[in-house]
């Protein structure tokens, strides 16, 4: 069974940093692109950012460039989010999300996680 | 960028009905070299995480119930319920991948009436 796990989450005051992970398992995590995808409370859904299968690809949203930065770990079959310089606006759930297609970019997000939660407050 | 745009807002449906939501793309979003629309659609429903119903504009995704079609081509697209079930309440939103940034419809909230 394909899952996704996300972690790190939590409360950072505004300029702070917080590293976001996402464990996969039940597939070969290493052969699909990763996205993430945020959502701010009540509000509708946000891509973030994106990372090729080997991890030396990587795209950004411009609301995330310059301050996240997404890397992979392939032996750990984790997904990671570094995000600094944060704002009261960046507040959202954060879901990492599966590329549908093997190898390739092009293709929509078929497996989601239970997102994590960051709250960027004072 | 992008911009995805959908309507209405909300909708209310009795149950047994069709409901239908429309989707356009400010730019068009069928590449021509494999003549395929770089577009999905999602249900989110409280407090979940988004469900893949549809891609390519009209394959359904393994496991999603036949009365989710969905349908069009290039900027203008939609997605039909034909006999909406009360576990059919949710959030829906369309997706392109056509390019970076990717970008997502405000969404529209579908609801019993």
């Known amino acids: 069974e394909v899952q996704l796990v996300e972690s790190g989450g939590g409360l950072v005051q505004p300029g702070g940093s917080l590293r976001l992970s996402c464990a996969a398992s039940g597939f070969t995590f290493s052969n699909y692109w990763i996205h993430w995808v945020r959502q701010a409370p009540g509000k509708g859904l946000v891509w973030v950012s994106r990372?090729?299968?080997?991890?030396?690809?990587?795209t950004y949203a411009d609301s995330a460039k310059g301050r996240f930065t997404v890397s992979r770990d392939n032996a750990k079959n984790t997904l990671y989010l570094q995000m600094s310089s944060l704002r009261a606006e960046d507040t959202a759930v954060y879901y990492c999300?599966?590329?549908?297609?093997?190898?390739?970019?092009?293709?929509?997000?078929?497996?989601w996680g239970q997102g994590t939660l960051v709250t960027v407050s004072s | 960028d992008i911009v995805m745009t959908q309507s209405p807002d909300s909708l209310a449906v009795s149950l047994g009905e069709r409901a239908t939501i429309n989707c356009k793309s400010s730019q068009n979003i069928l590449y021509s070299s494999n003549n395929k629309n770089f577009l999905g659609w999602f249900q989110q429903k409280s407090g979940q995480p988004p469900k893949l119903l549809i891609y390519?504009?009209?394959t359904r995704e393994s496991g999603v119930p036949d009365r989710f079609s969905g349908s069009g081509s290039g900027t203008d697209f939609t997605l039909t319920i034909s006999s909406l079930q009360a576990e059919d309440v949710a959030v829906y939103y369309c997706?392109?991948?056509?390019?970076?940034?990717?970008?997502f419809g405000q969404g529209t909230k579908l609801e019993i009436k």
């Open positions: 997706q392109q991948y056509y390019s970076t940034p990717y970008t």
């Open positions: 990372i090729s299968p080997d991890g030396g690809s990587t």
């Open positions: 390519w504009a009209s």
């Open positions: 999300a599966r590329g549908k297609l093997v190898g390739t970019a092009g293709g929509s997000f078929d497996y």
